[in-house]
């Protein structure tokens, strides 16, 4: 069974940055498609990054374009999501979450992935 462990989460000062790191346990990486979501308090949750299966395509939101960075280390099971220039609006619970590649939706909409993690909280202060 798929396991996602998060973890990185913390407060900073706006323009400050952070890196998530999401632990994942009990699939085979070529066979997943891994996000970041998150979600703020009254708010839905939202796609922030993505990434293919197969590593080659990534999407982001286009609020954190040019500012987040989604990677993962296949060796090691650990997918990242590097956060520079954090703004106050970024304040957020942000999940990890995994979808099988047969899941024909776009990466960044959050019904393609059934398997989320706990969550890992992001507080940037003005």
């Known amino acids: 069974q798929v396991q996602l462990v998060e973890s990185g989460g913390g407060s900073v000062q706006a323009g400050g940055s952070l890196r998530l790191s999401c632990a994942a346990s009990g699939y085979t990486s070529s066979s997943m498609c891994m996000g970041w979501f998150r979600q703020a308090p009254g708010k839905e949750r939202e796609g922030v990054a993505a990434i293919r299966y197969d590593g080659k395509t990534t999407a982001y939101a286009d609020s954190v374009k040019g500012r987040f960075t989604i990677s993962q280390d296949n060796a090691k099971n650990i997918l990242y999501l590097q956060m520079n220039s954090l703004k106050p609006e970024d304040t957020s619970m942000f999940y990890c979450?995994?979808?099988?590649?047969?899941?024909?939706?776009?990466?960044?909409?959050?019904?393609?992935?059934?398997?989320w993690g706990q969550g890992t909280q992001v507080t940037v202060s003005s």
């Open positions: 979450a995994a979808g099988k590649k047969s899941v024909l939706l776009s990466l960044l909409n959050r019904l393609k992935y059934n398997i």
